[in-house]
Each structure stands twice: as C-alpha cells, then as structure tokens.
T-cell receptor
C-alpha cells in the first residue's frame, strides 16, 4: 500500500505553546488529506479536510483558529495546534487519499501523541 | 448522529475461530466501505474494502459481506490468530466527488486467545 509519514510521533509541550504536526505522502501525490483526532479507547473523529492549494474545510465544532491546517504541496499537509491546552492532549492522525473516482483509498499515518502539560 | 454503528464493542475468540464484526450505516450517499486494523499507539491500517455493487469480497482470511438493501456490512476473520488481536474499525466514505470524507464506526476490540 501507499505510505503516509507523520511526524513527530510523540510531542510533549507546555500549555500555551504551539505544536506543528507534519503529514507526508511518500510515494504518491495527495490533493486531499484528512486530519483525525482520537481519544483513548475511542473512535477516530474527523477534524478537517485539507485540500492542496485551498483552505481547509473544518467539521462542525472544530475551531479553525486553534487547529491551523496548511496543505502547501501535493505531498505535505501540516496541522498546527495553537496555544495548546491540556484538553488538546490527544492522538492526532492524518490520512491521504490515493487514487481517483472509483478506486480511491485512504492511507493513514502512524499518528502523533500530543501531551500538553 | 452516529452515521456508522459498529458492534460488538469487544470480542473474545479462541484461536482458530471465526471473528465477526458488524456495521450498519444510514446514509445512502456512502459508496466505499473499508475496514481498518489498529494496534495501540499506531495509525489505522487498511485491511480490506468493498463497494456497494459487490455483495462479498475475500482477501486471504478476511471477508467482507455487504447487504445494500439492509445497509449493513460485516467483517469475518477466519482462523483467527493471537496476532489478529487489535481494534477493528469499519468506515464509510462519501463519493470522491462529494469530498470523500471517511466516517468511522465506534471500533471493536478483538482479543484472540491462544
């Protein structure tokens, strides 16, 4: 399958600081990437859809000014958690869409565990 | 509103047995139904997927059964092994030209006993 690389895998930061998470599609170009959030023992909740060259589309209830998404190239999307607080501590996972109409698949990165102290 | 409902929440199976996980969806706009396997601290890995024009798909020990009229689909893991112990998520996706968002079920924690 296609490879999606996510970095860092784990980050600990102080409350009030900002954290950037990178998501790269290594062997394919992804015009669309998705960002998910997962709490322990829970499902993945879609946060936003990231489209290359345009503004991200956020799901209801997700603060776009807190979770800044940039999709500057066909292989890279970044999620920046601004002014992080302990309640932002979570497992963040990106995915990239491979293929086109009728054969698309979503491949996921390995996730980033964010801990805000 | 939970668009994709998954059951059971947890499942214990003996080695060599069949693991069955069920999902139901409501929105007929979904046109792609993948299953993902996730180990603790890792991202989900695509296991197998099906589209609504097919009623069954088999890949190795994994089979998806799809019932379009009932809006249900299930994952069968044959000859379950301890290494299959993980959390399994069903999902449903909107069509590519409708944004292609993937919505996950609640997850099933599978434990295969040796």
């Amino acid at each position: 399958g296609a490879v999606v690389s996510q970095h860092p895998s784990r980050v600990i930061c102080k409350s009030g600081t900002s954290v950037k998470i990178e998501c790269r599609s290594l062997d394919f170009q992804a015009t669309t990437m998705f960002w998910y959030r997962q709490f322990p023992k829970q499902s993945l909740m879609l946060m936003a859809t990231s489209n290359e060259g345009s503004k991200a589309t956020y799901e209801q209830g997700v603060e776009k000014d807190k979770f800044l998404i940039n999709h500057a190239s066909l292989t890279l999307s970044t999620l920046t958690v601004t002014s992080a607080h302990p309640e932002d501590s979570s497992f963040y996972i990106c995915s990239a869409r491979w293929g086109g109409t009728g054969n698309e698949k979503l491949f996921f990165g390995s996730g980033t565990q964010l801990s805000v102290l | 509103q939970q668009q994709v409902k998954q059951s059971p929440q947890s499942l214990i199976v003996q080695k060599g047995g069949i693991s069955i996980i069920n999902c139901a969806y409501e929105n007929t706009a979904f046109d792609y139904f993948p299953w993902y396997q996730q180990f603790p601290g890792k991202g989900p890995a695509l296991l197998i997927a099906i589209r609504p024009d097919v009623s069954e798909k088999k890949e190795g020990r994994f089979t998806i059964s799809f019932n379009k009229s009932a809006k249900q689909f299930s994952l069968h893991i044959m000859d379950s092994q301890p290494g299959d112990s993980a959390t399994y998520f069903c999902a449903a996706s909107y069509a590519y030209n409708q944004g292609g968002k993937l919505i996950f079920g609640q997850g099933t924690e599978l434990s295969v006993k040796p």
